[in-house]
């Protein structure tokens, strides 16, 4: 007797995993692949583009690059192309201030 063919279709959702213990665990959980995948796109774009702030132009070493991070230009963390073409390091003062233009922006132009 021939079997039927058939084709397995992988989903591009997330596995649901069952988490157990304190909300501090469950949350630590939740937050762990987060955070291995925002450190893997950040140390991307430092090599890219360097230790460097596309917007004032400090340049950063060592000591500092903590101070230095990855701006997503289309405002989706989520869209990390390998090119890099989503992302722009800024400093954490340029980035808090591209961040604080769009919210005020909306304030700032009535609607009529």
């Given at each position: 007797?021939k079997?039927?063919g058939?084709?397995?279709r992988?989903?591009?959702?997330?596995v649901?995993?069952?988490?157990?213990?304190?909300?501090?665990d469950?949350v630590?959980?939740?937050?762990?692949?987060?955070?291995?995948?925002?450190?893997?796109?950040?140390?991307q774009s430092?090599?890219?583009?360097?230790?460097?702030?596309?917007?004032?132009?400090?340049?950063?070493d060592?000591?500092?690059r903590r101070?230095?991070?990855?701006?997503?230009k289309?405002?989706?963390?989520?869209?990390?192309?390998?090119?890099?073409s989503n992302?722009?390091?800024?400093?954490?003062?340029?980035?808090?201030?591209?961040?604080?233009?769009?919210f005020?922006?909306?304030?700032?132009?009535?609607?009529?």
């Open positions: 007797m079997g039927k058939y084709t397995v992988r989903s591009n959702r997330p649901k995993k069952e988490i157990k213990g304190s909300v501090d469950i630590r959980e939740l937050t762990k692949d987060r955070d291995i995948k925002n450190d893997q796109y950040r140390e430092l090599k890219m583009y360097g230790l460097m702030c596309a917007r004032c132009g400090r340049e950063f060592h000591t500092d101070l230095l991070t990855v701006h997503h289309d405002g989706n963390h989520n869209n990390n192309p390998p090119d890099g992302w722009e390091n800024l400093c954490t003062y340029c980035h808090e201030d591209v961040h604080g233009r769009n005020f922006a909306d304030e700032e132009d009535p609607k009529e």
